[in-house]
């Protein structure tokens, strides 16, 4: 039979593996291995037709003025490329793409995307520019932009979004 005690203890030691769990939790980051960052900034070519969300997505991630959001001109390198697709075969709205030796592409699906609010859209793109800046999915919060579906009633970066942005790129 168990003392008083060392329930006690037991109790204490419960509930301070749970303030650790809570911390870590709290503090995790989740990156990408691969990001179209290049010398502080990224270089876009805008080839898609959802311009308003584009420039919803440029403006809100250059708000947090650490990696700029730059159109691709003829003296720089292309870092990231966004364009249409039109595919009843996925089931996404948008995708990042990542390649070690090409120009990266942010895809925007009109099958899908072509049935929802500017809202919406801008949410699709501000969250593939998430992962262009290197973001991965957040794994434990479901009302961050970077959360892997679209239930956070969001379309800018939240706390945590924001915090794993700063903690990757900040000083
Ligand atoms: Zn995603």
């Known amino acids: 039979m168990l003392s008083r005690k060392s329930i006690y203890l037991m109790s ?55 990696i700029y959001l730059v159109p691709d001109d ?22 990042y793409y990542c390649y070690a030796y090409y120009t990266d ?4 699906n009109s099958y899908i995307l072509d049935g929802q609010s500017l809202f919406m859209q801008k949410y699709v793109a501000a969250h593939e520019q998430g992962h262009a800046l290197g973001l991965a999915h957040n794994q434990t919060d479901y009302s961050q932009l970077m959360w892997y579906t679209a239930v956070c009633g969001c379309n800018t970066p939240q706390s945590h979004d924001v915090g794993d942005y700063q903690e990757k790129w900040g000083p």
Do not use: P
């Open 12 to 66: 204490l030691l419960i509930i301070w593996m749970a303030v650790i769990y809570q911390a870590r939790t709290a503090h995790a980051h989740y990156f990408l291995n691969c990001n179209s960052v290049d010398s502080g900034e990224i270089r876009y070519s805008d080839n898609t037709a959802y311009d308003d969300a584009l420039d919803h997505a440029i403006d809100i991630w250059n708000s947090y003025e650490l």
């Open 105 to 108: 592409e942010i895809r925007m």
């Open 74 to 95: 003829w003296a720089s390198f292309e870092d990231l490329v966004w364009y249409d697709v039109d595919r009843d075969d996925v089931d996404w709205a948008g995708k």
